[in-house]
Nanobody, 121 residues
């Protein structure tokens, strides 16, 4: 299973962008799905993720500005990013916890290729 992300780009502070991510296999079972980011010189941090049941988790720095949405049937996830700030500049990485069965269920984390978001002041 591969993840294809799209929607990155450059925007001025206060602007908006929407990132989308789709799994190559619409039928695979996915538990948690969402986004992390890694800014220049920074550690990877959670942006937002959501479980298949709809529970949502946001990183503290994006709460109130970003909204995650997911189409569980299509295995896609998106994040609407509003009121972007220069500190949101980062490579955004989509990930999915693929649930596989080999005598028992287990989770394999799969990462997309990353999409760059640049916010200028």
């Amino acid at each position: 299973v591969q993840l294809q992300a799209s929607g990155g780009g450059s925007v001025q502070a206060g602007g908006s962008l929407r990132l989308s991510c789709a799994a190559s296999d619409r039928l695979v079972r996915i538990g948690r799905m969402g986004w992390y980011r890694q800014g220049p010189g920074k550690e990877r941090e959670l942006v937002a993720d959501t479980t298949a049941e709809g529970s949502v988790n946001y990183g503290d720095s994006v709460k109130g500005r970003f909204t995650i949405s997911r189409d569980t049937a299509a295995n896609t996830v998106a994040v609407q990013m509003n009121n972007l700030k220069p500190e949101d500049t980062a490579v955004y990485l989509c990930y999915a916890g693929i649930q596989l069965y080999a005598g028992h269920w287990y989770t394999k984390d799969v990462w997309g290729q990353g999409t760059l978001v640049t916010v200028s002041s």
